[in-house]
């Protein structure tokens, strides 16, 4: 969906706009004194520049005057050395921009990353993968070009028109109020179309994250898009959602072009004014036609500045537009976050406790109601209940990935919400039922579990999780990369390397969800073998989806509509008429 038009903040454009340009300044002041050499530069290269019909005025009015080659001379030599100092200092200010402008862009791309990174699950149930990346990569790029050559280029024209009007006014200030009479009216119609240049731009940013948000989710799906021979289907909501972004574009382009040439049609209004009403003063021997060759070059040089100036600025307002998205996203705070008197977890034992537990995702109902047990270190507790119960919000609360609305988790007798949540986290394993393996290697795969771990350790995790064998005959070994580009690992497999992982981490308390997809026999009964050999003095948590794993659990919590119905060991829960024996009746439960 389309944000933009809705969002309050495009009622107070030129505020927000100079709130966002001095945001992206802030993030130059590291490099400030290279920026002020910058300036520096560009304002010389500019002189240097603005010289030369000064030049060309002296060669009129006093060498074909006083037939003069001496002076001739003279100035060719002078103007020569003007254009090497000119090359040379606009050379450095380019590049020092360029510079700046790309060295600021690589900072805000790594820190809205690093904040992305930061952001709690919440706000990714509520964002668009694919929105976020385009965020990251086409709105980041927009400012970056804006950034970089646009930004150095405004400075050498905004040099250029200051120093062109003060020379005008200099050689003479009457025929200089024809052009500067112009500037007034064009600033205001540039505001006018600058504002209106953002908003499309900002609306077409969205436009493009959607677009990247529905190609990355139908590729992402691909097997459902082919067993449901949705192809076309999936093309249409694709050239759907490009079309609109074309006629943004086009609405975009058409008021450009349109403010660009109105501008040009002003100035050159006015030169022609400068032409008629100059040459009427020489006639009148008022002026030169040496100040006059002058004045119009200079006139040439404020009508190309405003010009160019009007088109920079049309595309930092896009800019502006993008950027205003990325702080967006920047601005939001996580919402689990670490009071300040947050205190390390100590190393854990395993004792984890729910007392009174009320959860709900959104502001009304509850997910998990009143929920209370207590799981004593080492121990195997299995959620068991119908789809939808509230099992994996469970899981969800142990690592404090959503704050509780009311009751206490603690651990080891802490209440999570005092502690540190990277060192909460860092003690908690998870095996997840639909595995993540990342494009890098195997060994790597493993070693997501701790960084820190020696090859060595890996072998013997691998070893433990019964994937040692198959890992040895990749043809790599553990080199073997994974993924797309990679080697294609059976379901049993991946399972293996992500317990692998867990055990790598040895972390007290564990986090599982069984896989429902039916492994064949033997690797079953290799991955099950390798989670008992995981479980092993850890608190385990299992959603579970095998009979073998209720009956072997130490209490079975049986869960409806985020209630604990009943709980306790399989034996009491079986003799007793209630859930869970419908549950094991029905073989087993949530699919
Ligand atoms: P289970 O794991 O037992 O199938 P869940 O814990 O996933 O159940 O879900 C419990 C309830 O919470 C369900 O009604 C589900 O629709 C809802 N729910 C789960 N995740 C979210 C979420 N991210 N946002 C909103 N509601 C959610």
Same mark, same amino acid.
């Given at each position: 969906?389309?944000?933009?038009?809705?969002?309050?903040?495009?009622?107070?454009?030129?505020?927000?706009?100079?709130?966002?340009?001095?945001?992206?300044?802030?993030?130059?002041?590291?490099?400030?004194?290279?920026?002020?050499?910058?300036?520096?530069?560009?304002?010389?290269?500019?002189?240097?520049?603005?010289?030369?019909?000064?030049?060309?005025?002296?060669?009129?009015?006093?060498?074909?005057?006083?037939? $003069?080659?001496?002076?001739?001379?003279?100035?060719?030599?002078?103007?020569?050395?003007?254009?090497?100092?000119?090359?040379?200092?606009?050379?450095?200010?380019?590049?020092?921009?360029?510079?700046?402008?790309?060295?600021?862009?690589?900072?805000?791309?790594?820190?809205?990353?690093?904040?992305?990174?930061?952001?709690?699950?919440?706000?990714?149930?509520?964002?668009?993968?694919?929105?976020?990346?385009?965020?990251?990569?086409?709105?980041?790029?927009?400012?970056?070009?804006?950034?970089?050559?646009?930004?150095?280029?405004?400075?050498?024209? +905004?040099? %250029?028109?200051?120093?062109?009007? =003060?020379?005008?006014?200099?050689?003479?200030?009457?025929? @200089?109020?024809?052009?500067?009479?112009?500037?007034?009216?064009?600033?205001?119609?540039?505001?006018?179309?600058?504002?209106?240049?953002?908003?499309?731009?900002?609306?077409?940013?969205?436009?493009?994250?959607?677009?990247?948000?529905?190609?990355? #989710?139908?590729?992402?799906?691909?097997?459902?898009?082919?067993?449901?021979?949705?192809?076309?289907?999936?093309?249409?909501?694709?050239?759907?959602?490009?079309?609109?972004?074309?006629?943004?574009?086009?609405?975009?382009?058409?008021?450009?072009?349109?403010?660009?040439?109105?501008?040009?049609?002003?100035?050159?209004? @006015?030169?022609?004014?400068?032409?008629?009403?100059?040459?009427?003063?020489?006639? #009148?021997?008022?002026?030169?036609?040496?100040?006059?060759?002058?004045?119009?070059?200079?006139?040439?040089?404020?009508?190309?500045?405003?010009?160019? =100036?009007?088109?920079?600025?049309?595309?930092?307002?896009?800019?502006?537009?993008?950027? !205003?998205?990325?702080?967006?996203?920047?601005?939001?705070?996580?919402?689990?976050?670490?009071?300040?008197?947050?205190?390390?977890?100590? &190393?854990?034992?395993?004792?984890?406790?729910?007392? +009174?537990? @009320?959860?709900?995702?959104?502001?009304?109902?509850?997910?998990?109601?009143?929920?209370? &047990?207590?799981?004593?270190?080492?121990?195997?507790?299995?959620?068991?209940?119908?789809?939808?119960?509230?099992?994996?919000?469970?899981?969800?609360?142990?690592?404090?990935?959503?704050?509780?609305?009311?009751?206490?988790?603690?651990?080891?007798?802490?209440?999570?919400?005092?502690?540190?949540?990277?060192?909460?986290?860092?003690?908690?394993?998870?095996?997840?039922?639909?595995?993540?393996?990342?494009?890098?290697?195997?060994?790597?795969?493993?070693?997501?579990?701790?960084?820190?771990?020696?090859? @060595?350790?890996?072998?013997?995790?691998?070893?433990?999780?019964?994937?040692?064998?198959?890992?040895?005959?990749?043809?790599?070994?553990?080199?073997?990369?994974?993924?797309?580009?990679?080697?294609?690992?059976?379901?049993?497999?991946?399972?293996?390397?992500?317990?692998?992982?867990?055990?790598?981490?040895?972390?007290?308390?564990?986090?599982?969800?069984?896989?429902? %997809? /039916?492994?064949? /026999? !033997?690797?079953?009964?290799?991955?099950?073998?390798?989670?008992?050999?995981?479980?092993?003095?850890?608190?385990?948590?299992?959603?579970?989806?095998?009979?073998?794993?209720?009956?072997?659990?130490?209490?079975?919590?049986?869960?409806?509509?985020?209630?604990?119905?009943? /709980?306790?060991?399989?034996?009491?829960?079986?003799?007793? $008429?209630?859930?869970?024996?419908?549950?094991?009746?029905?073989?087993?439960?949530?699919?």
């Amino acid at each position: 969906m389309n944000t933009a038009a809705t969002n309050p903040d495009e009622r107070l454009p030129s505020t927000e706009l100079w709130r966002t340009w001095k945001r992206i300044l802030r993030l130059s002041k590291p490099y400030f004194l290279r920026l002020i050499f910058s300036f520096i530069l560009a304002a010389l290269a500019t002189g240097a520049w603005l010289a030369i019909p000064l030049g060309l005025r002296s060669m009129l009015d006093s060498v074909f005057e006083q037939g $003069d080659r001496h002076l001739l001379n003279v100035i060719a030599i002078g103007m020569l050395a003007l254009f090497i100092v000119q090359s040379l200092m606009s050379f450095g200010s380019h590049y020092l921009i360029d510079w700046i402008g790309s060295r600021v862009i690589t900072d805000l791309r790594q820190k809205v990353y690093a904040h992305l990174c930061q952001l709690d699950l919440r706000f990714y149930t509520n964002h668009r993968l694919g929105e976020l990346t385009s965020r990251l990569g086409n709105d980041v790029g927009t400012i970056r070009s804006a950034a970089t050559t646009d930004l150095s280029q405004l400075l050498m024209h +905004n040099f %250029s028109l200051l120093g062109s009007i =003060i020379l005008m006014a200099v050689l003479n200030w009457r025929l @200089s109020l024809i052009v500067f009479g112009v500037v007034p009216p064009v600033v205001l119609v540039s505001r006018y179309f600058g504002q209106k240049i953002r908003r499309i731009s900002r609306q077409a940013q969205d436009r493009l994250a959607d677009t990247t948000a529905v190609a990355e #989710e139908a590729l992402g799906a691909i097997r459902v898009v082919k067993a449901f021979t949705r192809e076309s289907y999936e093309v249409r909501r694709y050239r759907n959602e490009t079309e609109a972004l074309f006629k943004l574009n086009r609405h975009r382009a058409l008021i450009t072009a349109f403010f660009s040439s109105g501008i040009g049609f002003f100035f050159l209004l @006015s030169m022609t004014t400068i032409f008629w009403y100059g040459g009427s003063e020489v006639l #009148e021997n008022r002026l030169t036609a040496g100040d006059l060759v002058a004045f119009l070059i200079y006139a040439t040089n404020i009508t190309r500045s405003v010009w160019g =100036i009007s088109r920079l600025y049309s595309s930092l307002n896009s800019a502006a537009g993008a950027s !205003e998205r990325i702080f967006q996203i920047l601005d939001t705070i996580p919402e689990i976050n670490d009071n300040e008197r947050a205190v390390v977890m100590p &190393f854990l034992k395993g004792r984890v406790s729910f007392s +009174n537990v @009320s959860f709900s995702y959104e502001k009304d109902g509850f997910n998990l109601n009143q929920v209370s &047990f207590v799981a004593n270190e080492g121990e195997t507790i299995a959620l068991v209940g119908p789809s939808g119960s509230g099992k994996s919000t469970i899981m969800h609360l142990i690592p404090r990935f959503y704050d509780v609305q009311s009751g206490q988790i603690r651990i080891d007798g802490i209440d999570i919400k005092t502690v540190q949540t990277q060192s909460l986290r860092q003690q908690i394993a998870v095996v997840a039922q639909d595995i993540h393996l990342f494009g890098i290697s195997v060994a790597e795969n493993i070693r997501y579990g701790r960084l820190e771990a020696t090859d @060595s350790e890996i072998i013997s995790a691998a070893k433990a999780a019964n994937a040692d064998q198959f890992i040895h005959d990749l043809p790599e070994g553990y080199d073997s990369l994974v993924g797309e580009r990679g080697v294609k690992l059976s379901g049993g497999q991946r399972q293996r390397i992500a317990i692998a992982r867990a055990i790598l981490r040895d972390a007290r308390i564990l986090l599982l969800d069984e896989a429902t %997809s /039916s492994l064949d /026999s !033997e690797s079953e009964a290799l991955v099950q073998q390798a989670l008992e050999r995981l479980m092993v003095g850890r608190t385990s948590f299992i959603i579970a989806h095998r009979l073998s794993t209720v009956q072997h659990a130490d209490c079975i919590i049986v869960l409806d509509s985020g209630k604990v119905v009943q /709980s306790g060991s399989h034996q009491t829960l079986f003799e007793q $008429d209630g859930l869970y024996r419908r549950l094991c009746s029905l073989q087993f439960q949530d699919p």
